[in-house]
């Protein structure tokens, strides 16, 4: 089994929806992060929770919220979606330590916005 | 300037090559530096982290170069299954990761 998954793995929808990507995992890692990943520009940061009290804005942020349910669960919300958002999403997580951050990603969320 | 750079590729090399990738920097104050690999509409996994004094694992080599502020990638003895999009990852701080965006390899018979 996967130890990050995440849901749906893909989903359509119209601008001005409301939609909500899932991510869990089993790693019993504290440290959480939503990204998009666009065409040449790489993974960018969304948002991202050191733990269940934490939670930070990461550097495109506009347009998405989060919620941290449990050390295991961070969903990403679009609550108004517009085609722009249209783009490969990835949930990782990290285990805080000292000095390295390696993260461990799903397997993405593709989402088209009509 | 992107605070994370590569040259998008791609690359074409036959198998058996050598293929060298370099990643820069802009953030002197970066600590922590990384290679991972995505195959096509995979996630990213971690390939190994990079080490001021350089590290070996395999095939694959990192290097870093602090007073450039760049690190590379060295693939010896090309395989098929090399082919891959290769991102330079470089943490700050703790916590703020930038990714690169990454360079393509295709390895070909």
């Known amino acids: 089994d996967a130890d990050v998954t995440q849901t749906p793995r893909n989903r359509i929808t119209k601008t001005g929806k409301r939609i909500m990507l899932e991510c869990s995992q089993t790693k019993g890692h504290d440290r959480m992060y939503w990204y998009r990943q666009d065409p040449g520009l790489g993974l960018r940061l969304i948002y991202y929770s050191f733990d269940v009290k934490d939670i930070n804005k990461g550097e495109i942020s506009d347009g998405y919220s989060v919620s941290r349910q449990a050390q295991a669960k961070f969903s990403l919300s679009l609550e108004s979606a517009i085609p722009n958002q249209t783009a490969l999403y990835f949930c990782?997580?990290?285990?805080?330590?000292?000095?390295?951050?390696?993260?461990?990603f799903g397997p993405g969320t593709r989402l088209t916005v009509l | 300037r992107k605070e994370v750079e590569q040259d998008p590729g791609p690359f074409n090399v036959p198998e058996g090559a050598t293929v060298a990738f370099n990643c820069t920097y802009s953030?002197?104050?970066?600590?922590?530096f990384f290679w991972y690999r995505q195959d096509c509409r995979k996630e990213p996994k971690l390939l190994m982290s990079v080490y001021s004094s350089g590290n070996e694992d395999g095939r694959f080599t990192a290097q870093l170069n602090r007073a450039s502020q760049y690190i590379s990638l060295l693939i010896r003895d090309s395989k098929l299954s090399d082919s891959a999009t290769y991102l330079c990852?470089?943490?700050?701080?703790?916590?703020?990761?930038?990714f690169g965006a990454g360079t393509r390899l295709f390895v070909k018979a």
């Open positions: 990852v470089v943490m700050t701080g703790g916590f703020k990761t930038i």
């Open positions: 990782a997580t990290s285990l805080t330590s000292g000095g390295t951050d390696t993260q461990y």
């Open positions: 953030n002197s104050a970066s600590q922590s």
